[in-house]
């Protein structure tokens, strides 16, 4: 079995000293960090006894639910830009730079999902209509 403790202090690491600005902030951020850990050596705990899943297995899929939201969040950040935003868009190579995509995965990134969630988080419909539906399966 793996010790909660080392699996907190994998998933919240200490910051590396000079990574802190200002550099005064230091001991503040790692005290930050060792009450993250507890926090998270608290919900691991509970959660694995609670549904008597292994630790390292809760940890592993709670991270692929987060990284699983923040590709959602980049794709919907990448339909903003592109349908969006003022009255141009987001170049596709800044896009792709950016967010660490392809240009022409850019291009397929997003889909009319994603405009319709853009479009009713802000609440306003896209500038300009789309020109390719064909990756409005998304």
Known sequence: MYPIEELAALRNPMPEPGSVT??????DACEQVVEQRKKDVLHLEGASDGLEVDPLLLALEDLKARKE??????????AYG?????????????LAR???????????????????????????????????????GR
């Open 82 to 94: 592109r349908e969006f935003h003022g009255s141009r868009p987001y170049g596709l190579e800044d």
């Open 22 to 27: 200002p550099e005064d902030c230091y001991d």
């Open 69 to 78: 939201a923040v590709d959602a969040q980049i794709r919907q950040l990448l």
């Open 98 to 136: 950016h967010a660490g995509y392809s240009t022409s995965g850019v291009r397929t990134a997003y889909g009319e999902t994603e405009i319709r969630q853009v479009a009713a988080q802000i609440g306003r419909e896209p500038n300009r209509p789309r020109r390719d539906t064909a990756a409005g």
